[in-house]
């Protein structure tokens, strides 16, 4: 891939991660209301802050974990941020769960939510073990795949209103979107990954 293209896709990544992170620590402040359908949720209190709070940071951190600049000159810092991104993506991602069981968008909701927790929490628990076994390379392309269910968080919020603008009723929106924002980022990371080495199209993650 043409590095200019490279580079542009990780800042469009890197720029709407911190955006949709930023807009979610709203939950943080007690006079934004709760939307109807959240409020709604069993599990909202007290998991929805802990949920958006730590997710939302996992977002903010995540991206420039990718700069090989950074991982090369400043490792310290790529631990740190490493291990504030994976303690996040753990806690945040139990929340996750929990919040999935309490969902009012019903069970085709409740699966796609519930399952995306469990392997968000998988996918992080290995890269994690990875890395602490200096097994550096695998450790990249499960953080590849950590960061593209990270990065869900935007796709959805991206499907969401183009969905709304499509005329499409909410709740149905809702409910494909709890799969359609993270299955396919997945299987692009796959394919990504699975390509064959020399072959692989070189991204700013790369
Ligand atoms: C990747 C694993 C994730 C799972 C399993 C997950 C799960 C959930 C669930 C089940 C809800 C409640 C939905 C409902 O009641 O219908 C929710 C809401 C929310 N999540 Fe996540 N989430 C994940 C990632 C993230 C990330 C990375 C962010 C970062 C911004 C985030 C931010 C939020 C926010 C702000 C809400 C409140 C709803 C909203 O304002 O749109 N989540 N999440």
């Known amino acids: 891939m043409n590095p200019y293209v490279s580079k542009g896709l990780w800042w469009l990544v890197a720029v709407s991660s911190v955006l949709i992170a930023l807009v979610s620590y709203r939950y943080f402040v007690p006079a934004i209301p ?21 997710a939302a940071t996992a977002l903010i951190t ?3 974990q990718f700069i090989p600049r950074l991982r090369a000159r400043r490792p310290r810092v790529h631990r740190i941020l490493g291990r504030v991104y994976v303690f996040c993506c753990l806690v945040g991602g139990g929340a996750g769960l929990l919040l999935a069981s309490g969902t009012s968008a019903g069970p085709i909701a409740r699966a ?36 593209v269910l990270t990065f869900g968080a935007v796709t959805l919020r991206i499907y969401l209103p183009a969905a ?3 005329g ?4 149905t929106a809702y409910r494909a979107i709890s ?28």
């Open 179 to 206: 799969w359609l924002a993270w299955v396919p980022n997945l299987l692009l990371a796959e394919l990504y990954l699975r390509w064959p080495a020399g072959r692989r199209p070189a991204t700013a993650a790369a």
């Open 164 to 166: 709304q603008a499509m």
């Open 34 to 54: 709760v939307p109807s359908n959240l409020a709604a949720n069993l599990m909202a209190r007290p998991w929805l802050v802990v949920h958006a709070g730590l």
């Open 62 to 64: 995540g991206p420039w």
């Open 168 to 171: 499409i009723e909410f709740m």
């Open 112 to 147: 796609g939510f519930g399952l995306l927790a469990i392997v968000w929490i998988g996918i992080n628990a290995n890269a994690f073990r990875l890395a602490l076994a200096g097994r550096y390379a695998e450790h990249r392309e499960w953080m590849i795949r950590s960061f």
